[in-house]
């Protein structure tokens, strides 16, 4: 790829997250390689869409995540530079099932018609990989890069109740819900306090819980407050998918991280090296019980916990990969 080669990425917005994360966030690492990338948001209409096509002197379009209708694939066949689609969670799969299936028909085919646009896929972790591969084009696994200018967590100090949090959407309360047997067990053996980073309050029967409102500018400053950091997962089709981001923003921090061992988690933690697997409940209660008992244990994790997202997943090594993928892209 000749130096100053120009990328057009077009995402969903820069209120979500994968937009800023993914795109947003690594323009400026790109731009430092000799990549030049801009970012606009995606057309309202498959007519504006086909003028931004049409007008845009770029060698290269990222599709970022948003599988097309049938009317707007019409516009990006008629794209005459290639495609690179981009996406960071099991699009051709339901997050929640529907009669007893994470399967949907009108995903998979919206899933499909991306793929069959793409000259080239960057995926968030191998399960997505997979998805691309039958596909014979070329395939990156670009996980998504997480700042390490970020505050540090302070070492367990042992003096008031240990601070377990978890950092997400509303929409995904359901996954942090599936710790509530582990969690009122662990309510009666010590004193500890639930920490909900997120945008709407949180209620779990029998585990104290606080509160605290998710804002961008405050995020990192409230992740280094933890003791422990939890990633629970439920295991399906769309959680296989998931890109661990969570749990790298607590590894970043230093906060030793205890995660299910479903998809990309296990591709991150190395369990009881940089992070603790846990999958039933008593797994998660000696877990969370030996983090907040043995504080020598936590700094040794959340050690090895950063050193692992200073290695593999901050902005320059993913704008390496980046690089990497767009000159295998066919002109």
Avoid at 67 to 87: G, K, M, Q, S, Y
Avoid at 136 to 160: C, D, I, K, N, T
Avoid at 251 to 259: F, L
Avoid at 272 to 300: H, K, M, T, Y
Wanted: charged share 25%; proline share 9%; aromatic share 6%.
């Amino acid at each position: 790829m000749r130096p100053g080669t120009r990328v057009l990425f077009v995402h969903r917005g820069a209120d979500l997250a994968s937009a800023r994360v993914r795109v947003l966030q690594l323009l400026p690492h790109l731009s430092a390689l000799g990549v030049e990338g801009t970012a606009v948001p995606f057309p309202r209409s498959p007519s504006s869409l086909a003028k931004l096509l049409a007008t845009r002197d770029v060698d290269v379009v990222v599709l970022q995540k948003k599988a097309p209708t049938a009317v707007e694939a019409l516009a990006w066949r008629a794209c005459r530079v290639p495609i690179v689609f981009d996406f960071d969670d099991a699009l051709p799969f339901r997050q929640s099932p529907r009669g007893g299936s994470h399967d949907s028909p009108t995903r998979r085919r919206r899933f499909a018609r991306a793929l069959s646009l793409a000259n080239a896929f960057a995926c968030g972790n191998e399960y997505l990989a997979s998805l691309c591969r039958p596909r014979g084009r070329p395939v990156a696994v670009v996980p998504s890069a997480v700042p390490l200018e970020v505050p540090r967590a302070e070492p367990l100090a042992g003096e008031g109740p240990v601070r377990i949090g978890w950092l997400g959407a509303p929409h995904n309360f359901a996954e942090l819900r599936s710790l509530e047997p582990a969690l009122r067990d662990l309510a009666q053996r010590r004193d500890f306090v639930l920490v909900v980073v997120s945008e709407e309050p949180f209620e779990m029967p029998g585990v104290p819980v606080e509160h605290v409102p998710w804002q961008l500018a405050s995020q990192e400053e409230e992740i280094a407050r933890l003791d422990v950091g939890v990633m629970p997962l439920v295991d399906s089709p769309w959680t296989r998918g998931k890109c661990a981001y969570k749990l790298l923003q607590y590894m970043a921090a230093g906060v030793p991280a205890v995660a299910s061992p479903v998809g990309m988690n296990t591709e991150v933690v190395r369990h009881g090296e940089n992070g603790f697997l846990a999958e039933s409940p008593s797994q998660w209660v000696r877990a969370l019980d030996e983090l907040a008992s043995d504080p020598a244990l936590a700094r040794r994790l959340g050690d090895a916990g950063r050193r692992t997202v200073e290695a593999d997943f901050g902005y320059d090594r993913v704008a390496g990969l980046w690089k990497g993928l767009l000159a295998e892209v066919p002109g």
